[in-house]
C-alpha cells in the first residue's frame, strides 16, 4: 500500500466547501449519555483552524457508536451535544444539522460561509453509510468541493465517508492521517535498524497476520502477553493453566521455524509471573518460562524477561509495539508493560506504539509523551502492520 498520500498542505482551501471526515466516536456515561472524554475532538482542532484559517467552508462528519445495537440511538448517540462541545474546544459556533444527507444537511451546508462549520448529524443513522453505498456516497459528496480524511480510527473501514465519498471528490488527508501514515508507514517500510517489534495481547488468532508480516521486516520479534504461553508450547514447554490457543501451536512452530530461516531474533519469555487464579488479589510467583506448575497461570512476564525485552528495545533503531506484556489491568501483573513501556521511553530511536490496550498502558503509566508516535487508531494501527490495504487510505491521492 503506498501510505504517501496528499494532505491538506498541498492545496489551497480558499472559497471552497469541505467535507471531513473526522473520528468524534467520543466516549459516553451510560446513563447521562454525557461526553466522559473529549479527546478525540481536540486531536482534530489542528486541521480543523487550519481549514478555517485558509479559508475553507467546513462541514464536518463522524460517526459515534453503534447506532444498530442501540434502540434509542436517535436520542443517545445523537451528535448534538459533541457539537456543543466542539464549539467550546473552537471557540467559535458550529452549525447543526439533524441529518447527515437530508434536506436540513443540504440547506445548511448550501448556505454556509468561509470561516463557518457545520456538523452533520451521525453518518451511522443512514444504514447506507456503513454499507459504503454509492448513492449515499453521491449525495454526502454534493455538499462540498472536496474531501478531507483525518479519522485514521475509521480508515480501515469501507464506509460511504471513509472511502465511498472519494469517488466523488478530491481526496486529501488531514495532519492526524499524516502523521499516522508518516510513523507507521516509515517504521514499518523504511525503518532505522535494528528494527524491533514488540507483540503481546492475549491471542495468537488476532496477530496472525502482522506476526508474519513482520518477520518479513524485522530483526528482532519480541513476543509477549497471553500469546508467548502458544510459542512456549511449541517449544515442548508445560504451560499449566495459561491462556492457550491450542489450534495454533503448530502454527507457532512454523513462526519459530521460519524466524530461525530467516535470521530474525524471535525472543520468547524466559520467566514468568504467574498466580493460583484469575484475580487482582491472585496468590503469585515467578518460575522459569519451561517450570509454569500444573494449576497454576502466567498473567505477566517475569524481571529476568523485562530486562531482556527492555534490552532488546533501548538499544534499536525502530520499536513498533502492539499489546501488553500481561494483564496490566491488575497492578500486581502490569510490570511487564510497565517494564516494556520505560524502555520504549529510554530507546533514543524511532518510537511507535500502534494503538489499542497498549496504547492505553502507555498513556496510563506515564510515557506517552516520551515516545515518538502513539498511535490513535487501534483497528486500524493492527491492519496497517498486517500489511493489508487500508481504503480510507487507499482511496486519497497519492504524492
Known amino acids: 500500500m503506498n501510505y504517501k ?51 475553507a467552508a467546513l462541514i464536518v462528519c463522524s460517526h459515534l457508536g453503534k447506532p444498530k445495537k442501540d434502540p434509542d440511538a436517535k436520542t443517545n448517540l445523537t451528535l448534538r451535544r459533541v457539537a456543543v462541545r466542539f464549539a467550546e474546544l473552537l471557540g467559535k459556533p458550529v452549525g447543526f444539522a439533524e441529518d447527515t444527507i437530508g434536506p436540513d444537511a443540504k440547506a445548511k451546508a448550501a448556505a454556509l460561509r468561509p470561516g463557518e462549520v457545520l456538523l452533520l448529524e451521525n453518518t451511522r ?27 485514521f480510527g475509521a480508515v480501515h473501514r469501507a464506509h460511504a465517508s471513509t472511502a465511498g465519498v472519494a469517488d466523488y471528490l478530491p481526496a486529501y488527508c488531514g495532519f492526524l492521517v499524516e502523521k499516522e501514515l508518516t510513523a507507521l508507514g516509515g517504521a514499518i517500510d523504511d525503518p532505522k535498524r535494528p528494527l524491533v517489534a514488540v507483540l503481546g495481547g492475549a491471542k495468537v488468532a488476532d496477530k496472525l497476520a502482522v506476526i508474519e508480516n513482520l518477520l518479513k521486516k524485522a530483526d528482532t520479534l519480541i513476543i509477549g502477553g497471553g500469546m508467548a504461553f502458544t510459542f512456549l508450547k511449541a517449544k515442548g514447554y508445560e ?147 498486517e500489511g493489508k490495504e487500508l481504503p480510507g487510505v487507499a482511496c486519497l491521492l497519492d504524492k
Open 239 to 385: 504451560t499449566g493453566d495459561s491462556l492457550l490457543d491450542a489450534e495454533k501451536v503448530d502454527y507457532c512452530k512454523n513462526m519459530l521455524a521460519k524466524a530461525e530461516e530467516s535470521g530474525v531474533k524471535l525472543l520468547l519469555p524466559v520467566d514468568v509471573v504467574v498466580a493460583d487464579r484469575f484475580a487482582a488479589d491472585a496468590g503469585s510467583k515467578v518460575v522459569a518460562a519451561d517450570a509454569i506448575p500444573a494449576g497454576w497461570q502466567g498473567l505477566d512476564i517475569g524481571p529476568e524477561t523485562q530486562k531482556l525485552f527492555g534490552d532488546a528495545v533501548k538499544s534499536a533503531g525502530t520499536v513498533i509495539w502492539n499489546g501488553p506484556m500481561g494483564v496490566f489491568e491488575f497492578p500486581k501483573f502490569a510490570k511487564g508493560t510497565e517494564a516494556v513501556a520505560a524502555a520504549m521511553a529510554e530507546c533514543p530511536g524511532v518510537t511507535v506504539v500502534g494503538g489499542g490496550d497498549s496504547a492505553s498502558a502507555i498513556e496510563k503509566m506515564g510515557y506517552a509523551d516520551k515516545v515518538t508516535h502513539v498511535s490513535t487508531g487501534g483497528g486500524a494501527s493492527l491492519e496497517f502492520m
Open 5 to 55: 498520500k496528499k494532505s491538506i498542505r498541498d492545496v489551497s482551501f480558499a472559497g471552497k466547501k469541505v467535507l471531513l471526515r473526522v473520528d468524534f466516536n467520543v466516549p459516553l456515561d451510560k446513563t447521562t449519555h454525557e461526553i466522559t472524554n473529549d479527546k478525540r475532538i481536540r486531536a482534530a482542532l489542528p486541521t480543523i483552524r487550519y481549514l478555517l484559517d485558509d479559508g
Open 125 to 151: 443513522f443512514d444504514p447506507r453509510e456503513e454499507k459504503n453505498d454509492p448513492e449515499f456516497s453521491r449525495e454526502l459528496a454534493s455538499m462540498a468541493d472536496v474531501y478531507v480524511s483525518d479519522a
